[in-house]
């Protein structure tokens, strides 16, 4: 484990709404979604500013979730100089959120398990917006036809493989 080259300087909540429902459908998560704004400071291009919102409503059926949930934290981080400037955006965009969202799964759970549901705990997310780019496989090797007496016959000779490619 070592320290991330994102520090969060500072956070806060600036909208907090979680709604037991009176008439839910308990078997429905409902549907989450999130909003990211980033900002970069206009002096310093490694002072960023994060806002996330989070909420959770009903899903495309219309069923109702056991809490309907609008919650805006906003965060400010810095970004460290060991950082290339062309990784700087993406790793406050990818990290900042998903720093971001822990504190609000925190204060989702806790406020949930004072009502008269079930306390919510919110799924694990990522806000990486594209999957990442693998490498192509090597080729596999092709087969090479060697009959079984070549194979046991002794031979100080370097041998010659040749492919067989039809």
């Known amino acids: 484990m070592h320290p991330s080259p994102l520090h969060l300087e500072h956070y806060f909540f600036t909208r907090i709404s979680v709604e037991a429902a009176p008439h839910t459908d308990k078997t429905s998560p409902g549907t989450l979604t999130g909003r990211v704004n980033c900002a970069c400071h206009k002096e310093d291009p490694r002072r960023w500013m994060v806002t996330l919102t989070v909420q959770q409503k009903e899903d495309s059926e219309k069923k109702v979730p056991s809490y309907l949930v609008d919650i805006e934290i906003c965060g400010f981080f810095n970004v460290d100089n060991s950082i290339a400037d062309n990784r700087v955006e993406p790793i406050v965009k990818a990290n900042g959120p998903a720093v971001l969202f822990g504190s609000v799964r925190e204060i989702v759970a ?31 090797p092709r087969a090479i036809n060697v009959s079984s007496k070549e194979c046991l016959r002794p031979t100080t000779k370097r041998a010659r493989i040749v492919p067989n490619v039809p």
């Open 110 to 140: 806790l406020l949930t398990g004072r009502g008269p549901h079930p306390a919510v705990q919110l799924p694990s997310v990522t806000f990486i917006d594209e999957p990442p780019t693998l490498p192509k496989p090597a080729p596999k």
